[in-house]
């Protein structure tokens, strides 16, 4: 359980700003101006040559969005080949696109296979159609399921789903009906992401205005609780709070350089962060400035931040609190020049016997209940 | 001496002695319109805003009257309040007459009639003023018919005014002169001087307010108080005007200052007699008492590390009221402290404001306590004011606590729902009386601790704001007591344990923790929050645990915005008090503390 496909090496992660319509639940940044698809391209590249050589050599690239499945063959073949040019990968790296199920057919998947793109995320949310239309999916659940057939006839061999639960109207069976049905594709990897609603977003409003109740706290847990049951019956490991995979060696090796807090990675496009030892660094969150920027031969950054130790020490007991992997002592301990078990003895054995948290080799571990409190066990 | 006129003016809350004082300043010339400001009296920002003075002031007006000879009218503002009922006694005492006035609208409240009382004990000419005659709502015949009904007076001897239109003022200052006598005593006589109040000065020490019965003080006397037999030598003797105005001597009859290097206001007691070191009088002037706080709670930092400035503020602040008494105190939960000594609800809201405002001080106040008394087995009688320090409930044979006698007036349709509160509140021996047509007044023997205790706002609320409410100190009474602690998780959080009457303790002890409930923020383990008397949980709740927080997505772009919120939660955190494994914040505290006295 120790090496869960972690790498020392940087990751790439590309912001496809682009969506046909806006689901109602999302508050990434995109525009569905996608006429504007060539300008951004053209600028994404020269924002790669911006980058410059000092970054060591990549193991991961991740495009996502947006929606990266509403560029064409032609286009995603122009941004692997330029990305290959300007940056140095590893042998194998994971190249992961994330596709929307109305986008591509069984030839358009072959293709990007054939580019060397080898884990696909399919954004799914659900199986049953009145859920999608709720959430402002364009697509079906028969679209969801023939493209993940396609996907495994098109040579993928490692395919993801995104899911979503707590849906207003969704109880605990009809979700553990999605999960069944998920299961029985035999996929690799499964996130399962509790519906979470900001303000500004269509459905947020709507929220607001009373039209509909999330699940409460306890119910949110009981969906969270029995999604990790059910899965790990299945077979799946419960490695990060909202994802799942088949085996250890199938985690997303891309996001979990984000959890694992030691990795340094590369955002481009707009809203894209970034992360360089002790300094984060994100795009302008617009594609009109970001655009500008780069004719005007500036690097797109909004705001770039320099993390305290004390920074860093908070990020790196809440991300690492989120996997089941957990918080590895001793390098916690080096970096950060304490020794946590003894600094909160007291706290961590209340957590432990409360049953949140497990010493184990060398790691201090979430349980699946503690995970569910990963934000609170960070404060300890 | 007969020239002379030494009077008050008593009257309820809001029902105008600022403005009238101001419309008889103003009318006698003393203040032009240049160095007027509204209620010049009330010279403290919580005395203007709530319309009550705390502080006796004292002013001479000299006037010329309608005979053509000019009088000096020295005109002493009293306290306003229950709570401060002995300084208004030595006032009075200090006086020949008062104006007691009526709100033309409100008629008869329970603090006229108290204040009545009051000044028929000091034996005074009292002169009935309707106020506010100006007012729409006014209604003047109903008023006369109460001062003649309720209050027992001559009808015929009132006068009608608008202070604020400044209608009718100088019909009242020719009452003063007419109707009030001018002092009597003894100008030959060894001194007898009754102090009524002592400010602080920076500059001068204490500056003391007196009533001069015999003899007569000048500077370079060397004077007594009898008390304490303490001497000092006088330094300056004077009148008010709108500042002190020295004086060569003070004279039988007058009212002035003295100031004698005395340090500070607690080495003056009110009510005492001053007299000559070298020609002491027979006897001090009557009525004096050592005023005793009837109040207590303890008064934490909210942020520990300024208790330094707290202790420093209190310093300050009883250089200008000896009547707050404070010690040193500490709580497990709250850090360090001061246990004080309040005159009453009232004082003790006005201390705190005062600290919050004029020190910038932030405070945690611990639930207000009576002095409790008890009587242990080995016979010794020991009185306990501060929760932390109750007897050993084993060796406790007796335990009393203080009574009042607490007058309510009302118009009677109120009547039903403030005897079933006074009931709730262990009221006894009601007493009533129909004053007027419509009108109650109802007179009930009350645990005062049952007054500290959301009395007053649920009074005024059940009878819409039309009832009046006063009390007087009377006895102990045999009682039936208990400690109530108050835990978490187990744990004792000591600055929230109150001393309560055993039938109450279940009531109490479940505000005390569904208050706590609503304020404790869930945490990752269930809260057993309980109320208990010894060994005994006499109330429980509960706060579940929250089992989900996290969020569902954490990826590089949500990653800061994590933090950040995480970072303000951890502040928040630090801020709060840890019980055992709870985080608490201080906002529980004050929900638990906070006595609906408001």
């Given amino acids: 359980m120790n090496q869960q496909n972690h790498t020392k090496h940087p990751g790439i992660y590309i912001h496809i700003p682009f969506c046909r319509s806006k689901c109602s639940y999302c508050n990434f940044y995109s525009t569905t101006a996608i006429n504007r698809i060539d300008p ?34 032609k286009q995603f073949s122009d941004v692997l080949s330029h990305i290959r ?45 009145d859920i999608l239309a709720f959430l402002g999916r364009r697509h079906t659940g028969s679209q969801a399921r023939r493209t993940i057939a396609d996907a495994g006839r098109a040579g993928f061999e490692n395919i993801g789903l995104d899911l979503m639960y707590g849906i207003p109207g969704q109880d605990i069976p009809s979700w553990a009906e999605t999960l069944e049905e998920a299961i029985s594709c035999e996929l690799e990897h499964l996130s399962c992401y509790q519906l979470t609603l900001e303000d500004d977003t269509p459905l947020g409003k709507r929220r607001q205005m009373g039209e509909f109740l999330l699940p409460d706290e306890d119910r949110q847990y009981d969906f969270f609780m029995r999604t990790s049951t059910i899965l790990g019956d299945a077979g799946y490991v419960h490695y990060e709070v909202s994802n799942f995979a088949r085996n250890k060696n199938l985690v997303s090796r891309h996001n979990s350089k984000y959890w694992n807090h030691h990795t340094p990675y590369l955002g481009l496009g707009p809203a894209a962060h970034s992360l360089a030892e002790n300094r984060r660094w994100w795009n302008k969150v617009s594609l009109t400035e970001y655009l500008a920027d780069i004719h005007s031969g500036k690097a797109p950054i909004a705001t770039s931040e320099t993390l305290s130790t004390e920074a860093l020490r908070l990020e790196a007991l809440f991300l690492g609190f989120r996997t089941k992997e957990g918080i590895h002592l001793e390098n916690f301990n080096t970096r950060f020049e304490c020794d946590l078990l003894e600094e909160k003895a007291e706290t961590i054995e209340i957590l432990q016997n409360s049953g949140f948290i497990r010493i184990e080799d060398g790691y201090l571990r979430p349980t699946p209940s503690g995970m569910a409190v990963a934000d609170s066990l960070s404060l300890i | ?93 200090s006086c020949e007459g008062v104006l007691l006035l009526i ?9 006229t009639l108290a204040n009545l009382y009051l000044a028929m004990e000091n034996n005074l000419e009292i002169i009935p003023v309707i106020n506010k005659i100006d007012l729409p709502s006014a209604d003047v015949d109903r008023v006369i018919e109460q001062i003649d009904q309720e209050l027992g007076l001559d009808s015929d001897s009132h006068l009608k005014c608008s202070a604020k239109e400044g209608i009718g003022i100088e019909e009242i200052l020719e009452a003063v002169v007419d109707r009030i006598p001018p002092p009597k005593g003894d ?48 330094e300056e003797v004077g009148h008010f005007l709108l500042s002190r105005s020295k004086r060569d001597r003070l004279a039988s009859g007058e009212v002035g200052y003295v100031i004698a290097g005395v340090k500070t206001v607690a080495d003056v007691r009110i009510g005492d007699t001053i007299t000559l070191n070298d020609r002491p009088c027979e006897k001090p002037l009557p009525g004096f008492r050592e005023i005793k706080p009837v109040v207590f709670a303890s008064i934490y930092p909210i942020s520990s590390d300024d208790y330094m400035d707290l202790a420093v503020a209190l310093e300050k602040y009883t250089l200008n009221d000896a009547s707050l008494i404070y010690q040193k105190d500490s709580s497990v939960a709250l850090g360090q402290g001061f246990r004080c000594g309040f005159l009453g609800l009232l004082h ?16 945690l106040l611990s639930v207000p306590s009576v002095r409790y008394r008890f009587t242990l087995k080995d016979g010794t009688v020991t009185e306990v004011d501060n929760p932390s320090l109750y007897p050993d409930p084993m060796s406790i044979v007796g335990s009393e606590e203080p009574y009042i006698q607490a007058t309510m007036m009302m118009p009677d349709r109120y009547l039903g729902v403030v005897m079933k509160l006074c009931m709730e509140k262990r009221g006894v021996n009601s007493n009533l009386k129909y ?49 109530l602690d108050i835990l978490v998780n187990g744990e004792k959080v000591d600055a929230l344990s109150q001393i309560v009457h055993r039938d109450h303790a279940r009531a109490r002890g ?27 949980i006499v109330a429980r709740t509960t706060i579940s645990a929250f089992r989900k927080d996290v969020t569902a997505k954490c990826y590089g772009g949500d990653i800061s915005r994590k933090r950040k919120l995480l970072e303000k939660q951890k502040k928040g955190k630090k801020r709060m008090k840890m019980i055992g494994s709870v985080a608490i914040p201080q906002s529980a505290f004050l929900a638990v503390l906070k006595s609906d006295t408001d």
């Avoid at chain 2, 002013?59 to 401060?84: C, E, M, R, W």
């Avoid at chain 2, 709100?103 to 603090?111: E, H, I, K, N, T």
């Avoid at chain 2, 003790?348 to 405070?363: A, F």
């Avoid at chain 2, 007044?441 to 009878?463: A, C, N």
Wanted: hydrophobic share 35%.
């Fill in chain 1, 40 to 73: 951004f391209l053209n600028a994404l590249f020269i924002e790669m040559n911006l980058c410059g050589s000092s970054w060591n050599r990549f193991d991961t690239l991740y495009v996502g969005g947006g929606t990266p499945s509403l560029l064409t063959m």
């Fill in chain 1, 85 to 129: 040019e300007t940056f140095r990968f590893t042998e194998n790296p994971e190249i992961t696109v994330e596709i929307n199920p109305a986008d591509m057919n069984l030839n358009d998947l072959k293709s990007l296979r054939s580019m060397g793109v080898n884990r696909i995320s399919i954004g799914v949310q659900s199986f049953n159609d």
């Fill in chain 2, 1 to 93: 001496m007969k020239n002379i006129r030494n009077f008050s003016i008593i009257a309820h809350i809001d029902h105008g002695k600022s403005t009238l004082a101001d419309r008889l300043i103003q009318h006698t010339g003393v203040s032009d319109a240049r160095t007027f400001k509204d209620q010049i009296l009330d010279t403290m920002d919580i005395e203007r805003e709530r319309g009550i003075t705390i502080k006796s002031q004292a002013i001479s007006l000299p006037y010329q009257a309608g005979d053509g000879k000019t009088y000096i009218l020295n005109l002493i503002d009293t306290p306003g309040h229950v709570d401060f009922s002995y300084e208004v006694s030595r006032s009075l005492a």
């Fill in chain 2, 103 to 111: 709100d033309a609208a409100q008629g008869v409240q329970a603090q």
């Fill in chain 2, 187 to 234: 100008p030959q006589g060894p001194l007898a001087a009754l102090i009524f109040d002592a400010k602080y000065d920076p500059f001068r020490g204490t500056v003391i307010h007196c009533r001069i019965f015999d003899g007569a003080v000048k500077s370079g006397d060397m004077i007594r108080f009898m008390y304490n037999s303490t001497t000092y030598k006088v």
């Fill in chain 2, 348 to 363: 003790l809201d006005v201390v705190q404001e005062r600290l919050e405002r004029e020190y910038g001080l932030s405070i």
């Fill in chain 2, 435 to 483: 004053t007027g047509p419509g009108r109650a007044e109802i007179v009930y023997e009350m645990p005062l601790s049952e007054i500290l205790y959301d009395f007053y706002d649920r009074f005024k609320s059940i009878t819409q704001g039309y009832g009046s409410f006063d009390y007087d100190l009377t006895d102990y009474r045999e009682s039936n007591l208990a400690l």
């Fill in chain 2, 510 to 536: 479940l505000l005390s923790c569904e208050r706590l409930k609503e304020e404790i923020p869930k945490q990752m383990f269930r809260i057993a929050i309980q109320g208990a008397i010894g060994g005994e």
